[in-house]
């Protein structure tokens, strides 16, 4: 079991920028890779960006460039980097870690970011 706690959300203009991070506490020996995702109301739940132990990363298109995901020294931790933020960036962002062999999923309760025009 891990248990994943976000921080880091809030208001901003836009142009402007925030740090999101997440903290794993629990089976953290179990994790494989972590990321973010992001749900705007009315919306379903995307991929932001991933990060595996390997290093690799992934982003969606629509933050390359802006946004920089990053993991820290004892890998249970993931921090994003959000840059030149757009109104359409506003959403609830949860931070997701990927378990075991089966990559099984758990999920932070989610930090809400709002991106004024």
């Known amino acids: 079991q891990v248990q994943l706690v976000e921080s880091g959300g809030g208001l901003v203009q836009a142009g402007g920028s925030l740090r999101l991070s997440c903290v794993a506490s629990?089976?953290?020996?179990?994790?494989?890779?972590m990321g973010w995702y992001r749900q705007a109301p009315g919306k379903q739940r995307e991929l932001v960006a991933t990060s595996t132990n390997g290093g690799s990363t992934n982003y969606a298109d629509s933050v390359k460039g802006r946004f920089t995901i990053s993991r820290g020294n004892a890998k249970n931790t993931v921090y994003l980097q959000m840059n030149s933020l757009k109104p359409e960036d506003t959403a609830v962002y949860y931070c997701?870690?990927?378990?075991?062999?089966?990559?099984?999923?758990?999920w932070g309760q989610g930090t809400q970011v709002t991106v004024s025009s």
């Open positions: 997701n870690a990927a378990l075991g062999l089966t990559y099984r999923e758990s």
């Open positions: 629990g089976s953290i020996f179990s994790i494989n890779a």
